[in-house]
């Protein structure tokens, strides 16, 4: 599985963004599908996931601003980011895993580039 994240950019606090990931492969919708960030100097963390069935998880500090879903017809996961915070400013990158959820980078076996998005206060 090959995978190409896109959609990053400069926004002001409080705008959106909209993340996408398309993948290659026709097994795609077997994949659990999760976005991780980075920001300078700090770990790469999690920030949420999907599973083939539509079951995700978030992390608490993306909580009912970030939403992700999934479009196994076009091999593609989004990330949709409501009220964005300048600590939301980071590199954002999108992995697969076979795994069910999982918050644990480890557990996911292919990653894209990553893509950056930048929020200004």
């Known amino acids: 599985v090959q995978l190409q994240a896109s959609g990053g950019g400069l926004v002001q606090a409080g705008g959106s963004l909209r993340l996408s990931c398309a993948a290659s492969?026709?097994?795609?919708?077997?994949?659990?599908m999760g976005w991780f960030r980075q920001a300078p100097g700090k770990e790469r963390e999690f920030v949420a996931v999907?599973?083939?069935?539509?079951?995700?998880d978030y992390a608490d500090s993306v909580k009912g601003r970030f939403t992700i879903s999934r479009d196994n017809a076009k091999n593609t996961v989004y990330l949709q980011m409501n009220s964005l915070k300048p600590e939301d400013t980071a590199v954002y990158y999108c992995?697969?895993?076979?795994?069910?959820?999982?918050?644990?980078?480890?557990?996911?076996?292919?990653w894209g580039r990553g893509t950056q998005v930048t929020v200004s206060s």
């Open positions: 992995a697969a895993t076979g795994e069910g959820l999982s918050r644990t980078m480890n557990d996911y076996d292919y």
């Open positions: 492969g026709r097994t795609f919708s077997r994949y659990t």
């Open positions: 999907i599973r083939w069935s539509g079951t995700t």
